[in-house]
């Protein structure tokens, strides 16, 4: 975390969703579904501990020091608001 302050000036929001127009008006119904069940992981996620959500997690995406991820995730994861993945006035500023 101390490169991404030194470096963005404080913590950076890694994650982010996108998507083209044209898919958004070709099948509007499977972005509605995408984005439900983004929300439903974040609400999931505001209501569990970070170390609960990293023993969900396979060792792919956590790597092998738990400890490390978790520190990581959880700073991550306060730049937003969980349940709805908009980014504070804060994580807005150094992204």
């Known amino acids: 975390m101390d490169d991404t302050v030194e470096i963005f000036g404080g913590p950076y929001s890694l994650a982010g969703i996108m ?11 499977l972005v509605r579904r995408f984005v439900a069940a983004i929300v439903k ?33 959880w700073v991550n994861f306060t730049t937003s608001t969980p349940w709805t993945g908009i980014l504070t006035q804060k994580a807005q500023t150094t992204c």
């Open 41 to 73: 992981a974040l609400r999931w996620m505001s209501e569990h501990t970070p170390e609960d959500i990293a023993t969900v997690l396979p060792k792919t995406v956590t790597g092998s020091d738990l400890d490390r991820y978790v520190k990581i995730f």
């Open 19 to 29: 998507t083209r127009q044209d898919i958004v008006a070709r099948d509007p119904e």
